[in-house]
Nanobody
Framework: QVTLVESGGGLVQPGGSLRLSCVAS????????MGWYRQAPGKQRELVAG???????NYADSVKGRFTISRDNIRPTVYLQMNSLKPEDTAVYYC????????????????WGQGTQVTVSS
């Protein structure tokens, strides 16, 4: 059983910052990609940022230059540093992991965290 637990959400004023964390636990052989998605009310879930085990990153255009994703492969944990937050960043943020449960190629699996609310408002 694998679980992803997010933390760090909350209420912040426009222009403020938050740092999200997501810790993976359970029987994991390796984690390929970890990422953050978000879903605002009435909208589809969208990719915010992703990071590979080698440290390559990608970002949604709407967050480039404001958000930074990083990971600790030992813990293992993924972080999302969010700066210059805007009201349109308000959403539930979900952590995602693309991983292998064992050394077998067929053990590849995807897991989601429970989500953490980020609200940007004055």
């Amino acid at each position: 059983q694998v679980t992803l637990v997010e933390s760090g959400g909350g209420l912040v004023q426009p222009g403020g910052s938050l740092r999200l964390s997501c810790v993976a636990s359970g029987t994991i052989f390796s984690i390929n990609v970890m990422g953050w998605y978000r879903q605002a009310p009435g909208k589809q879930r969208e990719l915010v940022a992703g990071i590979t085990s080698g440290g390559s990153t990608n970002y949604a255009d709407s967050v480039k230059g404001r958000f930074t994703i990083s990971r600790d492969n030992i813990r293992p944990t993924v972080y999302l540093q969010m700066n210059s937050l805007k009201p349109e960043d308000t959403a539930v943020y979900y952590c995602n992991a693309d991983l292998h449960l064992t050394g077998s190629t067929y053990s590849r699996a995807y897991y989601w965290g429970q989500g953490t609310q980020v609200t940007v408002s004055s």
